[in-house]
Nanobody, 121 residues
Framework: QVQLVESGGGLVQPGGSLRLACAGQRGLFSYSDMGWHRQAPGKQRELVASITPDGRTDYADFAKGRFTISRDNATNTVFLQMSNLEPKDTAVYFC???????????????WGQGTQVTVSS
């Protein structure tokens, strides 16, 4: 059973920063793409950033220059450092684990419960 536990969300003022963490159990983590997605009220869930097992990253346009995704395969943890936060960044942020195709014949993805990020004065 794949379990993902997110932490680090909370209330922050505009211009502030937060660091999210997602801890996964040992197993597929080192062979999986990891990602952060978010869902704002009334909006579709959208990709924030992703990172491959060897550290290649991809970012949504709104995240470029402000957010940084990283991973530590030794601790099975993926991070999202968010800086210069804006009210429009308010959303539930979800951690996603997607095993590489060779180890994922059913093409499954796994999700955490999400952590609330609220940017407000």
């Amino acid at each position: 059973q794949v379990q993902l536990v997110e932490s680090g969300g909370g209330l922050v003022q505009p211009g502030g920063s937060l660091r999210l963490a997602c801890a996964g159990q040992r197993g597929l983590f080192s062979y999986s793409d990891m990602g952060w997605h978010r869902q704002a009220p009334g909006k579709q869930r959208e990709l924030v950033a992703s990172i491959t097992p060897d550290g290649r990253t991809d970012y949504a346009d709104f995240a470029k220059g402000r957010f940084t995704i990283s991973r530590d395969n030794a601790t099975n943890t993926v991070f999202l450092q968010m800086s210069n936060l804006e009210p429009k960044d308010t959303a539930v942020y979800f951690c996603n684990l997607h095993p590489l195709p060779r180890l994922n014949p059913r093409r499954l993805s796994y999700w955490g419960q999400g952590t609330q990020v609220t940017v407000s004065s």
